[in-house]
């Protein structure tokens, strides 16, 4: 059985559902670890390309699985998944599976992007989905991974306990409201690093500008100087 890194450990460790679909399987080894480990009972691989689907055949055989070849949710029918996971894709191609079929999006998401992190929140906060928590590996790479709840009508909680600590809607949706409400060491350790790293650079593109505003905006509020 192959063994997860701490990254798919994490993500495994937040999945919920019994019928769950990993998109981008690639080597198979989540919904095979998933499987093993009885925490699913069915798991539905999906990836688009052929040697990734023929990797992920190998891994799963023999097991409650199935090994789709198809673009995102193209290949999952309407109410056949209770959760879904998709890892190590940038942000931009994670909102652009999810945004295809929208009908056919589980209760529960759990999404590791690589960059672009804040693309992911967005959509969730315009689509009906919670954010009910985030966690990070350690490490020498530090990976987020999202967990995300369908709500009924209401607006994501989060946020408003974002207002509350006196803090805002776009710091959240750039460094994670849940990060940002635990204010750990990690974080603002994480942050002064920024800081000072894109303070040195002459030309800031505009979204390295965007970052640093709110990176100054941050530590300059209460709830960073009263920690
Ligand atoms: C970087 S790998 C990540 C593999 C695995 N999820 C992990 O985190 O270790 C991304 C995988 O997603 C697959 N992929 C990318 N876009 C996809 C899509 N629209 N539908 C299905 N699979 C996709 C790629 O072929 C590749 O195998």
């Given at each position: 059985m192959p063994r997860l890194d701490a990254r798919l450990k994490l993500v495994a460790s937040e999945i919920r559902g019994q019928i769950h679909a990993d998109i981008g399987?690639?080597?198979g080894h989540l919904l095979a670890a998933l499987l093993a480990s009885g925490r699913i009972q069915r798991g539905i691989a999906v990836e688009n390309k052929p040697q990734p689907h023929r990797n992920s055949s190998a891994t799963l055989e023999r097991l409650n699985a199935d090994i789709r070849l198809g673009d995102?949710?193209?290949?999952i029918h309407e109410n056949e998944i209770d959760s879904l996971s998709i890892c190590g894709m940038g942000g931009q191609s994670i909102v652009r599976i999810l945004c295809e079929?929208?009908?056919?999006?589980?209760e529960q998401l759990v999404l590791q992007p690589n960059k672009a992190i804040d693309l992911v929140r967005q959509w969730a906060r315009s689509n009906?989905?919670?954010?009910t928590d985030e966690k990070s590996t350690t490490g020498t790479r530090r990976f987020e991974v999202l967990v995300l709840a369908r709500s009924?009508?209401?607006?994501?909680?989060v946020y408003q306990q974002l207002v509350d600590a006196g803090l805002d809607e776009p710091m959240g949706l750039m460094f994670g409201p849940w990060f940002l409400l635990r204010n750990d060491n990690e974080l603002l350790q994480r942050l002064s690093e920024e800081q000072r790293y894109l303070q040195t650079k002459q030309n800031l593109t505009p979204s390295s500008r965007k970052r640093l505003d709110l990176i100054q905006r941050l530590m300059s509020s209460d709830h960073f100087l009263s920690r």
């Open positions: 399987s690639d080597h995102g949710l193209d290949v079929h929208p009908n056919r999006l589980p009906g989905y919670w954010l009924t009508s209401n607006p994501d909680p």
